[in-house]
RNA sequence: GUGGCUGUAGCUCAGUGGUAGAGCCCCGGAUUGUGAUUCCGGUUGUCGCGGGUUCAAGUCCCGUCAGCCACCCCA
């Protein structure tokens, strides 16, 4: 047992192999994101405490890492970027033509006890298209969602959009007559419905005049509820999306800002569990930034969806071997005769000034020993340096085949027998 | 914040109240400059921590901390 410091709860290490995974979701995501003409951006990781307060209101300080600083500034550890976001893409408009097409990866804190798929510290990508107000921008959001999960190795089997709008929520209630003051609660209620049970349901809808069927019938009508989501189907389904997308009203999202279309990645495995999710928040940057501007979006987080990868095998394979990958070199120089180390140095500099990559001995080693370890770096050449220097030997590893050459032709002959870096 | 389960070697875990264990990993070796398998040898412990019961506690009891899982919450 270790002694003295470990990590703080809810945060974590990153060894090489969970290090070389977590770059792996990040590349993808990155990627993607570009595939789709998004750019890239980032904030500061510190923001006044009052800019989450603003978004979200004074319960969530409890859920903050937050403190004063040196200048006695209330300042908290950011749990999401989209006040940022707001913030800055308010401050600078005018700078930019609409719509932006804005992507980010970055860490984030929550103080949250710690249990499976969340941490006290994870790392969230962020996909935002602002100033459009059309549901073909909700539509680009839904595509590229799906498109990171296909990029990841998941299929229709594994994974569903599900969509749906949240006007819809808004106009049944009110065709319901459910007060206008009362619409949050109410929402609630039906983001509840899927996981508590039904008589509980039933209870809660009293107070509105309403019951499960007349509920239920109205999530029934389905696509059919708003042009919004016939119009998002339409728009998918022309992409050859329509596999991984369904229409289920069940779905409002808690959060009160939403305004228009909203979806999930939802797992149909066993987990059964929301990989990502976002919506149309057409209020949200004039209440943080002061500037009325359309804006949709989504977030993904990595501990989730790390998850699923493990637990789904086509993506773990992936990912397996992005980590392999990741963590191996080219080739690797074998010093057979320590009298040869400053020769053997050359050769491995020309070569890493080549472009490969590289490992050599860094101490006298037995030969079989620098071979044990050419494979277990994942090196596909051997270059052996010996007492025939200026004569070297380059081993295809994974044939075994052997041949000579001089060490200033080394490059070349290496490039001849793989593909240019 | 609430509840359940679990804490023994670096890891996975055995261990009837009576001497602290196994496998894996790691390191070294098996005569000369080529990867496997095998064999031999080696390091590692405040049994999470603190109390209590007992002649005697890894083992039983209480507390505490940590981890996992679920609930609450989920931006």
């Known amino acids: 047992m270790a002694k003295g410091f470990q990590t703080l709860p809810g945060f974590r290490d990153f060894y090489p192999d969970e290090c070389a995974a977590r770059n792996y979701v990040f590349e993808v ?13 980032e904030g500061p990781i510190l923001e006044p405490t009052d800019l989450y307060r603003k978004k979200s209101g004074d319960e969530i300080v409890n859920q903050l890492f937050c403190f004063q600083d040196k200048g006695e500034r209330d300042v908290s550890m950011r749990p999401e970027l989209t006040p940022t976001l707001a913030r800055m893409a308010a401050a600078r408009q005018r ?14 804190f929550r103080y949250e006890k710690h249990q499976k798929g969340r941490g006290r510290e994870f790392y969230q990508f962020n996909c935002d298209i602002l100033g459009e107000e059309s549901v073909f921008a909700d539509a680009e959001l ?3 969602s799906i498109d990171l999960m296909r990029e990841m190795g998941f299929t229709a089997e594994d994974f569903k959009i599900r969509v749906s709008d949240r006007n819809a929520w808004t106009n049944f209630a009110e065709e319901s007559g459910v007060p206008e003051d009362r619409l949050t609660a109410f929402l609630q209620i039906i983001d509840k419905m899927e996981r508590a049970p039904e008589e509980k349901t039933n209870e809660l809808l009293k107070e509105f005049d309403l019951d499960l069927e007349k509920v239920r019938a109205f999530i029934g009508t389905g696509a059919d509820a708003s042009d919004t989501l016939k119009d998002l189907i339409a728009d998918l389904t022309s992409r050859g999306l329509a596999d991984f997308v369904e229409v289920d009203l069940n779905i ?3 959060l009160a800002y939403y305004t228009g279309a909203v979806f999930e990645v939802f797992d149909i495995g066993k987990g059964m569990r929301a990989v990502a999710g976002g919506g149309r928040y057409d209020q949200l940057i004039g209440l943080i930034g002061g500037v009325d501007m ?11 969806i790390t998850d699923l990868i493990r637990e789904t095998e086509a993506p773990n394979q992936l990912l397996d071997a992005a980590i392999a990958g990741a963590q191996s070199v080219d080739v690797f120089v074998v010093i057979a005769d320590e009298e040869r180390r400053a020769d053997a140095n050359k050769v491995v500099q020309d070569l890493r000034n080549a472009g490969w990559d590289v490992a050599q001995p860094l ?8 071979f044990q370890a050419a494979e277990q770096q ?9 007492a025939e220097f200026p004569e070297v030997s380059l081993k295809n590893l994974a044939d075994r ?21």
Not at 294 to 304: E, R
Not at 378 to 386: D, I, M
Request: glycine share 10%; with cysteine.
């Open 294 to 304: 359309p804006a949709c979006g989504f977030a993904m987080g990595d501990m989730v």
């Open 29 to 41: 995501w990155r990627k993607v994101a570009r595939r789709y003409g998004f750019v890239e951006y």
């Open 95 to 108: 700078d930019f033509k609409k719509p932006l097409r804005w992507f980010s990866i970055g860490q984030h």
């Open 142 to 144: 839904a595509a590229l």
């Open 252 to 254: 409002v999202r808690g």
């Open 378 to 386: 994942g090196a596909g050449f051997a270059v052996v340096v010996g």
């Open 363 to 370: 101490s006298s080693v037995k030969v079989g020993k620098q």
């Open 401 to 421: 085949s052997e041949s000579k050459c001089d060490a200033d032709e080394l490059v070349a002959s290496l490039s001849s027998l793989a593909p240019a870096k």
